[in-house]
């Protein structure tokens, strides 16, 4: 590895992979390393990697989540189209309740769709459905081989990063040997990787974290990160399956002879004793509610957490120096606003819950805009917006 780098990006999830391909694609000399052997290991392994719209009345996270789904389907269609399947996805109501509620949120669909009938969805093999919403631009990403297709376009090492010292100008960062588990099929919370010896230390001018809910790094307590566990199922059938669908679950159309199963469905710290050893059974259940699965096939099991901020937004931006801001400035925690202070050439590019591979392409395209050009990252994904009132609640 040459010493010197422009950017070390921090986590090869689809988050730190598509910060990796940003940041290289405007000039940058970029190293993206990774403690697993698996770059597509955890919640991006894990992901059902739907690539859709967000339905709803037109909050300001929904709008959010509808630029970013446009950005990254155009994505991945110029850059990664073998990886990306444009199948189209069938919104479907809950319940009739919810299917009342669809036609409130017409309006606010501001992406390609038109309205599909129930009678129509159970002659395409769909059944306990309502009428829905037909979002024909969407599709699902091959999780694992989208990240890896990534990983091929930049310089990668998987290296466990022992320690991250700023020296005034550039970090220097200690980087060892990780040996550990594939995570690619694992049912349990990644195990602890083995740290073997000191491989060498270099030199970046910047460091983006996107480690994902774990963090020992730095203290980054205000952004509120936490993980929830996500399970899939990629099933060998022979099912004429078209669509993809979602109705509090997702089901992928068929392809190449699979079909996809999946969920962010178990929030907690022991999501392996919640689903007792058997991730799957309550969503192959409620598919089985939805189409034929008689003829499915279990061919591998993908569980991991995904990690997501406290008010739902991505982030991307700029780590404030905590220790600094509660030591200099004790009324925080009553109120006071003064101005902040962010650590040297620190960003985070994270926290984008069960839609990673729907805010990753957008969300690494404005970090690394903001790392390159030293342009204003965009207000609704910017760290800062919470640290005043964390600060506020210690």
Known sequence: ????????????????????????????KVLLVDRSAVAASGGSGAAGAFVSPKIGKGSPLQTLTNEAFHFSKDFYLEHFPDYFHQTGLIRIPKDEEDAQKFEIYEPFNESKYRW?????????????????????????????????????????????????EW?????????????????????????EVLVTELVEVVKAKNI???????????????????????SRGDYISALDLKFSMHKSLSVSANVNGIVKIGATHVK??????????????????????????SDFVLKETF?????????YFPLAGRVIDVPFMLSEYPA??????PELKHIDNLYIC?????????FAPLMAEWLAESIVNQTEIDKRVNPDRLFLKWCRKL
């Not at 769909?126 to 990534?150: K, R, T």
């Not at 569980?303 to 008010?311: I, N, T, V």
């Not at 925080?332 to 606003?337: D, I, N, S, V």
């Not at 994270?350 to 729907?358: D, E, Q």
Request: aromatic share 8%; charged share 25%; with cysteine.
């Open 208 to 230: 983006v974290l996107s480690t994902g809910y774990q963090n020992k790094l730095f203290d980054m307590r205000y952004m509120g990160v936490k993980g929830t566990w996500g």
């Open 332 to 337: 925080l925690t009553r109120g006071a606003k």
């Open 303 to 311: 569980c991991g957490m995904r990690a997501g901020s406290k008010d």
């Open 1 to 28: 590895m040459p010493e010197h780098y422009d950017s070390i990006v921090i986590g090869a999830g689809i988050a730190g992979c598509c910060t990796a391909y940003a940041l290289q694609k405007k000039g940058q």
């Open 167 to 191: 020296d005034g100008e550039f970090w220097n960062i200690a980087l060892r040997q990780a040996q550990g588990p594939s995570v690619r099929q694992a049912q349990e919370p990644v195990a």
């Open 268 to 293: 907690g710290e022991e999501p392996c004793m919640r689903c007792d050893g058997e991730p799957l059974k309550e969503l192959f259940t409620k598919a089985s509610a939805l189409v034929d699965t």
């Open 350 to 358: 994270n926290g984008m819950g069960g839609r990673g591979f729907v």
């Open 116 to 164: 599909v009938e129930k009678d129509a969805l159970e002659k395409t093999g769909i059944y306990n459905s309502e009428d829905s919403f037909m979002f024909e631009e969407a599709g699902v990403c091959d999780a694992p081989e989208m990240c890896e297709a990534i990983l091929e376009k930049v310089e990668f090492q998987q290296m466990n990063v022992g320690s991250l």
